[in-house]
């Protein structure tokens, strides 16, 4: 099983700010890295997938990058509705398909 | 518009069963995979069945395996999650998900029903 290993678990930005949280897998997963927002009493939405691919309808100052076992989302400028917690996923050896623990992003 | 509609949660006793099911509307559920994915409360998410969209293929997550079964009604654009020997820890709220034509992620979710066992 692929272990997912996000850093920070929770990270302190002001709005306007640009934040980078990372995810790293126990072994490689090539490209096969989505990234997931989730607000408080909401579902997880689809944010990233292809380790690099907006999904329909995200901003454009959703960005990720990385393959193998290292990867960034960052989000460049910070907005209020941009607080949440970032789940990374793989899915390049399943099952299991597995999360990581959550960066919660928090305002400053 | 894709909808994805989950009912069927609530309380139960360590050892009973219970049947979540899944309403989708909105696309065309025979083309796609489904799954099941579950989060503690306050804690992450947790992958738990996978069902191929002519119901062929089938993955459980091992903590689940033997106990949770996951079938699929076409006709009925329904998905269900039956859950047998519930355990304390099984308490979670579910969400179905539809799987990406794309890759193996999911790209729409329903609203999530929670199960509480105690």
């Known amino acids: 099983e692929i272990v997912m290993t996000q850093s920070p678990a929770t990270l302190s930005v002001s709005p306007g700010e640009r934040a980078t949280l990372s995810c790293r897998a126990s072994?490689?997963?090539?490209?096969?890295l989505a990234w997931y927002q989730q607000k408080p009493g909401q579902p997880p939405r689809l944010l990233i997938y292809?380790?690099?691919t907006r999904a329909t309808g995200v901003p454009a100052r959703f960005s990720g990058s990385g393959s193998g076992t290292e990867f960034t989302l960052t989000i460049s400028s910070l907005q209020s509705e941009d607080f949440a917690v970032y789940y990374c996923q793989q899915y390049n050896n399943w099952p299991p398909w597995t999360f990581g623990q959550g960066t919660k992003v928090e305002i400053k | 518009q894709v909808h994805l509609v989950e009912s069927g949660g609530g309380v139960v006793q360590p050892g009973r069963s219970l049947r979540l099911s899944c309403a989708a509307s909105g696309f065309k559920f025979t083309t796609y995979a489904m799954k099941w994915v579950r989060q503690a409360p306050g804690k992450g998410l947790q992958w738990v069945a996978l069902?191929?969209?002519?119901?062929?293929?089938?993955y459980y997550a091992d903590s689940v395996k033997g106990r949770f079964t996951i079938s699929r009604d076409n006709s009925k654009n329904t998905l269900f999650l039956q859950m047998n020997s519930l355990r304390v820890e099984d308490t979670a709220v579910y969400y179905c998900?539809?799987?990406?034509?794309?890759?193996?992620?999911?790209?729409?979710w329903g609203q999530g029903m929670l199960v509480t066992v105690s």
């Open positions: 998900a539809r799987v990406s034509e794309m890759a193996t992620i999911n790209d729409y």
């Open positions: 069902m191929s969209n002519d119901g062929r293929n089938i």
């Open positions: 292809g380790a690099s």
């Open positions: 072994q490689s997963v090539s490209s096969d």
